[in-house]
């Protein structure tokens, strides 16, 4: 099973477009992030959500916003696409309240602007 | 806020043979250090991590020592394997649940047959 999911996999589109992407956690974590991971392989914080409230915004620009419709789902949504955004997402869920801070990500989701 | 270096960014090894990758970070505050793989095309996958309050653990061919003082914390794989070539994050965070890792820049290791 499953435990951090994402989808598309792979998303291809124009500068301009908007876009989503979307993550589920079947592992009843209550914070769940959104990493990106430039060409050089370099991973970087964007956002985590707890308790569906917005607790980190790490000088993210505007055109990302998190969205979580519930505990379980944290989806990313991106406006105005640039070619700077091309760049693999990752979501990840950790548990709180105790936690070790032990973080789990998704597959990932490659993203590409031309 | 946080800072996290990691050394050496490329790693060779013959086959067998330990693994040693290197980081240091910054801030005094943080007292969790994951460690994570990340195989071509997936996601990092979590395979040891320690807290501040612990100086060595170690799970089977793999083990992490931190030095709190120095601000050091590094990662060792012995008689390594094919299926360890990967490219190997070091991270650090506060801890608290609701805290995103602070990434090292990766280590490629690769593995020679």
């Known amino acids: ?114 | 806020g946080e800072n996290v270096e990691q050394h050496p960014s490329t790693l060779s090894v013959q086959e067998g043979d330990s693994a040693v990758i290197k980081c240091t970070y910054s801030d005094s505050a943080s007292n969790y250090f994951p460690w994570y793989k990340q195989e071509l095309g997936k996601g990092p996958q979590l395979i040891i991590d320690i807290r501040s309050n612990v100086g060595e653990k170690k799970d089977q061919r793999i083990a992490v020592t931190l030095n709190k003082t120095a601000k050091h914390f590094s990662l060792h794989i012995t008689e390594t394997q094919p299926e360890d070539s990967a490219v190997y994050f070091c991270a650090a965070s506060s801890g608290g649940g609701a805290d995103g890792l602070t990434f090292g820049k990766g280590t490629h290791l690769i593995i020679q047959p």
């Not at chain 1, 997402?89 to 548990?95: I, L, V």
């Open chain 1, 1 to 114: 099973d499953t435990a951090v999911s994402q989808t598309p996999k792979y998303l291809v589109t124009q500068m301009g477009n908007d876009k989503s992407i979307k993550c589920e956690q079947n592992l009843g974590h209550d914070t769940m992030y959104w990493y990106k991971q430039d060409s050089k392989k370099f991973l970087k914080i964007m956002f985590s959500y707890n308790n569906k409230e917005l607790i980190i915004n790490e000088t993210v620009p505007n055109r990302f916003s998190p969205k979580s419709p519930d505990k379980a789902h944290l989806n990313l949504h991106i406006n105005s696409l640039e070619l700077g955004d091309s760049a693999v997402y990752f979501c990840a869920s950790s548990p709180t309240s105790g936690s070790l801070g032990e973080q789990f990500f998704g597959p990932g989701t490659r993203l590409t602007v031309l």
